[in-house]
């Protein structure tokens, strides 16, 4: 059971911590609140989600209360193109976060996704305000969703060849509160410290697309050719034809031999 007093304990300088009973999308409530001036470090939680969403309109299944749906609320003074880096952080703290508190081995796919066993445990959606008068970020919002564990009868047929969760059946009492905790502490470990990008190279590291064939979808064009870095503005850098390609957006899917 998720519980506030024990997340909040948990989380090293505190925060404030929102729990719902259900919502429709944490992102949602989390935007209406930091546009109504609620402060960093705001944590929205939903025990269920009616219409969780990831990247590219893609809607993320969360309407069992087997996973953990949060979103943390950011001020950060940066530009826009700098949100990517919340991305990277938060792919980092969760699979750090799931080393420590499950053993399991984590590899993430560029850019927000996080796998165990080769299959999706957690995606990542940042979004952001921007105030147009500074060029900076009013807010920005990073929302996070863990499969912890599999819903009864399994996944739906739309993705249990491609999602797993992190344990079979029940899990653990309170794995939920520390797990939410572990990820919060350290996404704001490397947050406050993002001059340095520290982080680039643990995820570089956890990056399972790195030396493969890949395919980058972008729009209605397919690039086709080997992941040979990410770079530390976090681009997938691509060489195809002989050329290197930098890119700061897309789907990069690596290629079936």
Known sequence: ?????????LIKGGADVIILE???STN???KAIASRGAKEKTIVIAKKQTQGRGR???????SSENGLY???????????TECIDMTVIAAVSVSEAIEKITNKKCSVKWVNDVYVDNKKVSGILTEA????????????IVGIGVNVSEPEGGFDASIKDIACALYEKDAPCGVKN????????????????????????????YSNIIGKSVDVYRGNEVISG???DIDDCANLVVESDGRIIRFNSGDARVRKV
């Open 1 to 9: 059971m998720l519980d506030k007093e024990k997340i909040t304990a």
């Open 22 to 24: 259900e919502t429709d």
């Open 28 to 30: 949602n409530v989390c």
């Open 56 to 62: 590219m309109g893609r809607s993320f299944i969360s």
């Open 70 to 80: 949060m979103t943390l609320l950011l001020r950060p003074r940066v530009k826009i």
């Open 129 to 140: 305000s921007c105030d147009f008068s500074t060029g900076l970020l009013d807010y920005a």
């Open 178 to 205: 520390e797990l939410c905790a572990e990820i919060v502490n350290r996404f704001f470990h490397y947050y406050e410290n993002m001059a340095d990008k520290c982080y680039m190279e643990k995820y570089r590291a």
């Open 226 to 228: 080997v992941c040979v």
